[in-house]
């Protein structure tokens, strides 16, 4: 069973920068693929970023892409996801996920889930 908490939300201006960060226990980071997902008031759950066990591939979505960056450290047991020129319509809850599927965008195929942090961004 892996545990996973996201921290690292917070309130920030249109045009500002955060780094969430994701938390593994319980389980072998490594063995894991992990995703960051977003959720906003009204809407469902989409895909923002992906990134397999090793770290050398990466996968983001086009709504994103350019500005946001997944990583992670095995080392540490965290993955991380740098938001920069953030967007008032980035603004939802923003959950991680650990899975077996290397690169999955679908929140199916991932089995262990986060809390959540939420990121809101101001006009």
């Known amino acids: 069973q892996v545990q996973l908490v996201e921290t690292g939300g917070g309130l920030v201006q249109a045009g500002g920068s955060l780094r969430l960060s994701c938390a593994a226990s319980g389980g072998t980071f490594g063995s894991y693929a992990m995703g960051w997902f977003r959720q906003a008031p009204g809407k469902e759950r989409e895909f923002v970023a992906a990134i397999s066990r090793s770290a050398i591939n990466t996968y983001v979505a086009e709504s994103v892409k350019g500005r946001f960056t997944i990583s992670r450290d095995n080392a540490k047991n965290t993955v991380y996801l740098q938001m920069n020129s953030l967007k008032p319509e980035d603004t939802a809850v923003y959950y991680c996920?650990?899975?077996?599927?290397?690169?999955?965008?679908?929140?199916?195929?991932?089995?262990?889930w986060g809390q959540g942090t939420p990121v809101t961004v101001s006009s």
């Open positions: 996920a650990a899975g077996r599927v290397q690169l999955a965008t679908i929140s199916s195929r991932y089995d262990y």
